[in-house]
């Protein structure tokens, strides 16, 4: 507009000569859709019906052929030595414990096994896919619904129960699930009740006592007649011999 504004509006002032602006808008128009869709005229579809590919009928019908059987899959000799080195251990072992493994620093794991280790006790990382199918044929198989998630073993020729729960008490990462001592499956109620038993020797040493108590009372019981009847017969026969002869009267003794 040559720099002049509408009626009654100053325009913009004008340009020096030789400055450009930063910024130019420049506004362009949408450009307008040409392309739509339009229906298939009636003698290409006919077209393409008559030109489509069908596919020839099989000679022999599916369903009279033989059912197609699958081929079993040879097993995995890594798996396979996976499965017999669990065996090993469920049939050397006097306590096999089940525990839920959570996520722990190497530097914890390595401190756990050292303590554990110091009481004959050995960590097991295990897969479910492996043990489980060994469990399945053992008389093992009610320790199956244990196996859900993570799991670790912790496996010892002794019966340490004690000592395993003492060190998993500061290892909040590893939950005892269950255990089986001595051919014997327990909760984990079950394995701190048989933590609280005395050792072995300790338990040998009360039966024995407690069976040798009841033959000794039942001696002394029978030999009590023979013995009071032996008493009476001794302080008979020292009174007979104090007061003379059997028929004589005993003897009147002087006064003063």
Not at 42 to 55: D, H, I, N, P, S
Not at 111 to 119: E, P
Not at 150 to 159: A, D, Q
Not at 218 to 232: D, W
Request: proline residues 9%.
């Amino acid at each position: 507009r040559n720099g002049k504004g509408g009626a009654g509006c100053p325009g913009p002032a004008p340009l020096p000569p030789g400055w450009l602006p930063a910024l130019r808008l420049v506004r362009r128009g949408s450009k307008a859709v040409t392309r739509h869709w339009k229906a298939m005229h009636f003698q290409r579809q006919k077209l393409m019906a008559v030109t489509e590919y069908v596919a020839p009928r099989p000679a022999v019908p599916p369903r009279c052929l033989p059912a197609h059987r699958d081929e079993p899959q040879e097993e995995d000799g890594y798996a396979r030595l996976l499965r017999r080195q669990v065996e090993q251990v469920f049939r050397s072992s006097r306590m096999v414990a089940v525990c839920q493994y959570n996520s722990m620093p190497d530097e914890d794991v390595a401190t756990m096994r050292h303590y554990l280790r110091r009481h004959n006790i050995e960590v097991k990382f295990v897969l479910n896919e492996i043990v489980r199918p060994v469990l399945e044929q053992s008389k093992y198989r009610n320790l199956l619904p244990l196996f859900v998630c993570r799991n670790i073993l912790l496996v010892s020729p002794e019966t340490r129960a004690r000592e395993m729960l003492r060190v998993l008490k500061g290892v909040p990462q590893v939950n005892l699930l269950g255990a089986c001592i001595d051919d014997t499956i327990l909760s984990r109620q079950g394995v701190e009740n048989f933590a609280r038993l005395p050792s072995l020797e300790a338990s040998q040493g009360q039966t024995v006592g407690a069976l040798a108590l009841l033959p000794s009372q039942t001696s002394s019981l029978l030999q009590r007649g023979p013995s009071l009847l032996t008493a009476l017969l001794d302080e008979h026969i020292r009174r007979l011999r104090d007061t003379g002869a059997p028929g004589e009267p005993p003897q009147e003794q002087g006064k003063g």
